[in-house]
């Protein structure tokens, strides 16, 4: 016999699709804003899984990636069901902010309070009303602050379920990460749901490249569960992926114009020319230079930048951290 399923006080009965809103909140206007959940669930039972974008609302890619897993009807699966929820974070999105309207960090509010703050109440219906049917998510974000993620999947190396889809997954980046606190992903974590966050570009900006790698991410994942309905659609990997165990920021030196010189993705040696620092006076220019040979998995495109800026987040090679 099926298992009744429920979510959001509506019985979402096998072979049904449904477009359910979140209207938990209210804009200071009392007019409602709704947060579409759409679900497709298959007549065969199988897996559930969860695709979210856009719970930093201004974080685009993450937001397309799910809407063109949704358009190319990747999203109806063969087996199981898939909720997937392209805006999370609505308010943001129409706002152009990766905030809440109360100004609070959605990603780490989880998992949230009945009668605490708008973001709080928002995570804790998420994690009451969604989580707990949900067996596997797949989270999409980007960089911040115009800081540009190199294509990436960051998973914590103890939770070897979802270290094994990261590798079908096969992003040219993978990240061991560990949880971070009252994060959407920690949550996840603790309910023993199989998590993938993925990272690429950065916020307020689309990336056909970045969308295409997390879009083909999804689709290898979901064949290999079972529940790709268009084979048509997957693709091979291509290259390697290059597993990151360790990393660290390389931080402005100086305040002034940022002038980058290499590409996210590319390889780097110790010493090697980054990027130029300078005043608007041309009176000063400093070369920024790797401090060690890794991966430029992180490039700060603002044009400005201070002290101690974060600009450009580097891999460290474990070949030579065993030398030295």
């Known amino acids: 016999m099926k298992r009744e399923i429920v979510i959001l006080d509506t019985i979402i009965k096998p072979g049904s699709s449904h477009t359910l809103n979140f209207n938990m909140a209210r804009l200071y206007t009392t007019t409602v804003v709704d ?16 695709l979210t974008g856009g719970i930093h609302g201004d974080e685009f890619n993450g937001v397309e990636a799910v809407r063109q897993l949704i358009a190319k009807k990747v999203a109806k699966p063969k087996k199981g069901m898939i909720i ?11 706002n152009m902010q990766r905030e809440f309207p109360d100004g609070r960090d959605l990603n780490r509010v989880f998992p949230g309070t009945k009668n605490g703050s708008l973001a709080s109440r928002f995570a804790f219906q998420v994690t009451k ?22 294509p990436q999947l960051r ?22 990460s560990k949880n971070l606190s ?21 916020s307020q900006q689309s990336d056909k490249n970045i969308t295409g790698i997390a879009v083909n991410g999804a689709i290898r994942v979901l064949h290999h569960l079972g529940m790709l309905s268009q084979p048509d659609l997957l693709t091979e990997p291509q290259g390697t992926i290059e597993i990151i165990k360790d990393s660290s920021w390389l931080r402005a030196k100086y305040s002034g114009l ?16 980054l990027a130029v620092i300078t005043d608007p006076y041309g009176a000063m220019r400093h070369r920024v230079k790797a401090p060690n040979a890794g991966f430029i998995i992180n490039v700060n495109h603002s044009p400005l930048v201070y002290q101690g800026d974060a600009i450009f987040h580097i891999s460290k090679d474990e070949k030579q951290k065993k030398l030295t």
């Open 129 to 150: 009303n969604i989580l707990p049917h949900v067996d596997i998510v797949m989270d999409f974000h980007t960089g911040g602050a115009q800081r540009f993620n190199a």
């Open 258 to 273: 940022l002038h980058p010189k290499v590409q996210y993705g590319k390889r780097v040696e110790k010493g090697e020319f």
């Open 35 to 50: 947060v579409p959940v759409i679900i497709h669930r298959s007549k065969v039972d199988g897996p559930v899984v969860l």
């Open 155 to 176: 998973v914590d190396p103890m939770e070897v379920e979802s270290l094994e889809l990261a590798h079908v997954f096969h992003p040219p980046f993978l990240m061991h």
């Open 182 to 202: 009252k994060t959407f992903r920690e949550t996840c974590s603790k309910l023993g749901k199989k998590y993938l966050l993925f990272e690429g570009g950065k």
């Open 84 to 94: 997937a929820m392209p805006v999370v974070n609505i308010f943001g999105f129409l």
